[in-house]
């Protein structure tokens, strides 16, 4: 089962927004709604940013949003800040021979 | 509040075994699924395996199918790994996380403990 497609840095300005995106097929992001996204700082554990699409659980910013269409998920960070710079992650359950995967990973740099 | 606690981690030979452990506290423990999540140095996270909350059901990742094998202990509020033939590859940061929803499954994870290290030496 191969890693979703994410783009490898995305980078933005303070207060700018930024999306990333996560791309995979009709078997998994494509194909089911239980899609979600991590934050994740160097040497902490990751957060969970966004479920099932674009939920966010109680704590978490509302600069930050998630959506979905076709077989690509993306993230949308508004108002970005400095706190904001970290790796990110999608993620989804699957129809494959492993029944989750997740993103390649995005390093999103705060300039 | 929520705690996971992972523990068991070390540097173990390639070809050896390693049983790692999660304590939870702070919810009810027996009615969530539990997830364990490797990361890699320099690499992504891997999704490793998942137990049912009531330790029936079991899936995993490609990677470990057949090598590691994961339980739990609604007694003692604690999640296991146990990794058997460990490769040099299995070398990650192991995390143990919480699924979010109880008594079914988001396929999302809200609580992440600290993580143990695992090196595997060739």
């Known amino acids: 089962q191969s890693a979703l497609t994410q783009p490898a840095s995305v980078s933005g300005s303070p207060g700018q927004s930024i999306t990333i995106s996560c791309t995979g097929a009709s078997s998994d992001v494509g194909g089911y709604n239980y899609v979600s996204w991590y934050q994740h700082h160097p040497g902490k554990a990751p957060k969970l940013m966004i479920y099932?699409?674009?939920y966010r659980p109680s704590g978490v910013s509302n600069r930050f949003s998630g959506s979905k269409s076709g077989n690509t998920a993306s993230l949308t960070i508004s108002g970005l800040q400095a706190e904001d710079e970290a790796d990110y992650y999608c993620?989804?359950?699957?129809?494959?021979?492993?029944?989750?995967?997740f993103g390649s990973g995005t390093k999103v740099t705060v300039l | 509040q929520v705690q996971l606690v992972e523990s068991g981690g070390g540097v173990v030979q390639s070809g050896r075994s390693l049983r790692l452990s999660c304590a939870a506290s702070?919810?009810?423990?027996?009615?969530?699924?539990m997830h364990w999540v490797r990361q890699a140095p320099g690499k992504g996270l891997e999704w490793v395996a998942v137990?049912?909350?009531?330790?029936?059901?079991?899936y995993y990742g490609d990677s470990v199918k057949g090598r590691f094998t994961i339980s739990r202990d609604n007694s003692k509020n604690t999640v296991f790994l146990q990794m058997n033939s460990l490769r040099p590859e299995d070398t990650a940061i192991y995390y143990c996380?919480?699924?979010?929803?109880?008594?079914?499954?988001?396929?999302?994870?809200?609580?992440w403990g600290q993580g143990t290290l695992v090196t595997v030496s060739s």
């Open positions: 993620g989804s359950y699957t129809s494959g021979s492993t029944p989750y995967v």
């Open positions: 099932h699409v674009s």
């Open positions: 702070g919810f009810t423990f027996s009615t969530y699924s």
């Open positions: 996380a919480r699924e979010t929803r109880d008594y079914g499954s988001l396929w999302a994870f809200d609580y």
């Open positions: 137990i049912s909350s009531d330790g029936n059901h079991d």
